[in-house]
């Protein structure tokens, strides 16, 4: 049962323009949602997160979106710059289990030069 | 770098052998969690310790067991081995009790098993 699912495995983009990542979840328990990214041979790196009580988050060139009634979140990166290119992994987290990050399955990003 | 350090970088182990991987920080987080990542797949979590005890589990068998020491350094260790447990396994370090803390990983361990 993936309880977080990113539905696009791949994205490319041209540098500077906007990057979207999109991120679905079913469970309605989750609290906190975050945004990891991960160059190969490296472990993720946190990136930006968010509370379920809130619709917003910025940080820089990284917005992070949460639509609590469609179950659906979204990471804008703005402009997108060829550094950007990784594996971006949102996940989720429920106050019960603080530990338990449960992850979706990744999109890769390229931003081309 | 997020001051958290995995070893070995790679193994290769057979089929029915036991494996232990080892985790350490710099930062004196008192919680860690191990996570395995299959090829293609987020990270999936295995299991969490706090202050030397397991303090949640997913949905993994016992099989997969860990420790945490006083220096908070840990280990995973996996017995009978296989096939399908290659995979990338991360662990994590954090301030725990707090909803929303940052996680730091480290590199990983890739583990192969033949």
């Known amino acids: 049962d993936q309880q977080v699912k990113q539905n696009s495995p791949s994205l490319s983009v041209q540098e500077g323009r906007i990057s979207i990542l999109n991120c679905d979840y079913t469970n309605s328990m989750f609290d906190y949602f975050l945004w990891y990214k991960k160059y190969p041979a490296e472990g993720p790196t946190f990136l930006i997160s968010i509370s379920s009580i809130k619709d917003k988050n910025e940080d820089g060139r990284f917005t992070v979106f949460l639509n609590k009634s469609a179950k659906h979140l979204s990471l804008h990166i703005v402009p997108s710059q060829p550094g950007d290119s990784a594996v971006y992994f949102c996940?989720?987290?429920?106050?019960?289990?603080?530990?338990?990050?449960?992850f979706g399955q990744g999109t890769t990003l390229q931003v081309k030069p | 770098e997020t001051g958290v350090t995995q070893s070995p970088t790679h193994l290769i182990k057979t089929r029915g052998q036991q494996v232990t991987l080892r985790c350490s920080s710099q930062?004196?987080?008192?919680?860690v969690s191990w996570y395995q990542q299959a090829l293609g797949q987020g990270p999936q979590f295995i299991f969490q310790?706090?202050?030397?005890?397991?303090?949640g589990r997913g949905n993994f068998p016992p099989r997969f067991s860990g420790l945490q020491f006083p220096n908070y350094s840990s280990e995973l260790n996996v017995n009978a081995l296989e096939l399908d447990d290659s995979a990338l396994y991360l662990c994590?370090?954090?301030?725990?009790?707090?909803?929303?803390?940052?996680?730091?990983f480290g590199p990983g361990t890739r583990l192969t098993v033949l």
């Open positions: 310790y706090y202050r030397e005890e397991e303090n």
């Open positions: 996940a989720a987290v429920s106050s019960g289990n603080t530990g338990k990050l449960i």
């Open positions: 994590a370090t954090y301030w725990g009790g707090s909803i929303g803390n940052e996680q730091f």
């Open positions: 930062s004196g987080h008192n919680t």
